[in-house]
C-alpha cells in the first residue's frame, strides 16, 4: 500500500551543526513531497517543498534533496539552532494513480537540538 | 490572525457523547482538509472538501463521523457516539489549489480526549 516512512525516530545533533533527516516514499507516481515541522501542541508548519522533476531545491538554511530511483527524500539544516528542535514529517502528494489530492505522511523524526 | 482557526482547542467528553469541531480556514482557500494525529505518528487523511463538495473520505472515517462545508468556507467535523480510540488531535489544513501551490497550512488542532 502507499506509506511515506523515517528511517530514524530520533536525532540528536549540536548546536552550529548540520541536520539530515531522511524519509523514504513508496509511491513513485507521486507529484511533489513536502518537509514539515511540528512543534509541540502545535500543527505542523510549512518549510519546504520539492516537485517530482527535481533533485534539489533550496530554502533558506534548508534543502531538501529528491532520489527518485530508491525513492528517498532527505532534509538537510544548516547551523541547527534550538529553535529548530521539533518533530519533522516528510509528506507525499499521489494525484495518480488513486486520482487524489491529498497528503500522505509519514511518523516523523524528532530533532533535539543540544548546546 | 489570518491563519486557520480551530476550535475549541481541547475537548474532553464521555464515552457515548457526541461532539463537533470546527474549522475555519484562509480566506479564500477552496480546498479544506481533515487529518487525526495520534501522539508519535504522522497526520491520517481524513477527508477534504474542494469548495463545498466532500470529494474524499479515508476508510477511517467510520458511520460516526461526519463532515460538512456547507457554504464553501468553515467546516465542521462531527464525532457520534465517541469511543476511547476517537482520542487523538484532529487537525485542518487549507490551501488554493488554483495558485498550484502545494503548501497546506495547518490549524493548532482540536485535542479530544475521550474517558
Known amino acids: 500500500g502507499e506509506s511515506v516512512g523515517l528511517h530514524l525516530p530520533t536525532l540528536s545533533v549540536q548546536e552550529g551543526d548540520n541536520s539530515i533527516i531522511n524519509c523514504a516514499y513508496s509511491n513513485s507516481a507521486s507529484d511533489y513531497f513536502i518537509w514539515y515541522k511540528q512543534e509541540s501542541g502545535k500543527g505542523p508548519q510549512f518549510i519546504i517543498d520539492?516537485?517530482?522533476?527535481?533533485d534539489k531545491r533550496q530554502g533558506q538554511r534548508v534543502t531538501v534533496l529528491l532520489n527518485k530511483t530508491v525513492k528517498h527524500l532527505s532534509l538537510q539544516i544548516a547551523a541547527t539552532q534550538p529553535g529548530d528542535s521539533a518533530v519533522y514529517f516528510c509528506?507525499?502528494?499521489?494525484?495518480?494513480?488513486?486520482?487524489?489530492?491529498?497528503?500522505?505522511f509519514g511518523t516523523g523524526t524528532r530533532l533535539q537540538v543540544f548546546p | 490572525d489570518t491563519g486557520v482557526s480551530q476550535n475549541p482547542r481541547h475537548k474532553i467528553t464521555k464515552r457515548g457523547q457526541n461532539v463537533t469541531f470546527r474549522c475555519d480556514p484562509i480566506s479564500e482557500h477552496n480546498r479544506l482538509y481533515w487529518y487525526r494525529q495520534t501522539l508519535g505518528q504522522g497526520p491520517e487523511f481524513l477527508t477534504y472538501?474542494?469548495?463545498?463538495?466532500?470529494?474524499?473520505k479515508s476508510r477511517l472515517l467510520s458511520d460516526r463521523f461526519s463532515a460538512e462545508r456547507p457554504k464553501g468556507s468553515f467546516s465542521t467535523l462531527e464525532i457520534q457516539r465517541t469511543e476511547q480510540g476517537d482520542s487523538a488531535m484532529y487537525l485542518c489544513a487549507s490551501l488554493d489549489s488554483g495558485t498550484g501551490r502545494t503548501e497546506a497550512f495547518f490549524g493548532q488542532g482540536t485535542r479530544l480526549t475521550v474517558v
Open positions: 509528506a507525499e502528494n499521489s494525484r495518480l494513480p488513486y486520482n487524489t489530492d491529498k497528503l500522505i
Open positions: 520539492i516537485r517530482s522533476n527535481m
Open positions: 472538501f474542494q469548495n463545498e463538495a466532500q470529494l474524499e
